[in-house]
């Protein structure tokens, strides 16, 4: 299941993978009942997840709604952390992600937007580094493994920071490697030699530590927040989360 998952999401273009996965991937939850894990987001209960990446991470993928570790660790940072399941928000959703779009949809305290240039799943065909917005359009700006691919990170911050109004916030996440700066070279554009630099043949950069600083440099006020380590062991185990992922939190500068 892993070499099938790890080849799949390597070579299968990204918006067929968001059309189609989900009916072939829910038929695994039929062999993994159980109840050693369980989602955050669905709150289905299985005796292991779905491993998941080109290079396989075990116990990752909720077979049920498709939530990753990250995922079910930013559900549970809204639900403890933010007023987002309560109080009434305009939301900009960049690229949503599938385990999140029918539930954010069914949210009555939400005005709830999805855009993106190439994803079937938003409504809004957009590019962000020119959002489709007025100033102050928004209480809430979710943009989630983005801005490793676009043209200008920076650039696209500057657009986020715009459209959110003043008071907004945000939660912008990016994978971040173990180095002290990210990793940004134009030149390469040959895909096999973008995924050798930049571990994904449609990324143009590699963030490193300096991430929340590097775009803080847009406007936007970046902090990093470890709010996993803040969790008891126990339900990190449980719901199978991220133990070094860091929420990425954004407010309008």
Known sequence: MKAVISWTIRYIPRKYLQLFSHFFLRLA???????????????????KF??????????????????LERHRLMWLFLKQKTDFFKSPLKVL???P???????????????????????????????????????NSFDVVFCNHVLEHVKSD??????????????????????????????????ITDPVER????????????????????????GLIVSENSFVKTLDKELVKKHALPENEMIFFCQKG
Request: glycine fraction near 8%; include cysteine; aromatic fraction near 10%.
């Open 29 to 47: 939850a039929v062999f993994y009942r159980g109840n050693t894990v369980q989602c955050t987001i669905c709150e289905r209960s299985f005796r």
């Open 50 to 67: 779905l491993p998941y990446g080109r290079v396989g991470r075990d116990n990752a993928l909720c077979p049920n709604c498709l939530g």
């Open 93 to 95: 959703h960049i690229a």
């Open 97 to 135: 992600e599938l385990c999140f779009l029918d539930r954010f949809e069914a949210m009555d305290n939400l005005e709830y937007i999805t855009g993106d240039l190439e994803s079937p799943l938003a409504k809004i065909k957009m590019d962000i580094h020119q959002i489709p917005f007025p100033d």
């Open 154 to 187: 920076i650039d696209a911050c500057k657009e986020i920071n715009r459209v959110l109004k003043p008071g907004g916030w945000g939660i912008l996440q990016s994978p971040v490697y173990d180095l002290d700066k990210t990793l940004e070279y134009p030149s």
């Open 195 to 218: 995924e050798r630099v930049f571990g994904q043949r449609d990324h143009v950069r590699k963030y490193g530590k300096d991430y929340a600083s590097r775009l803080s440099a847009s």
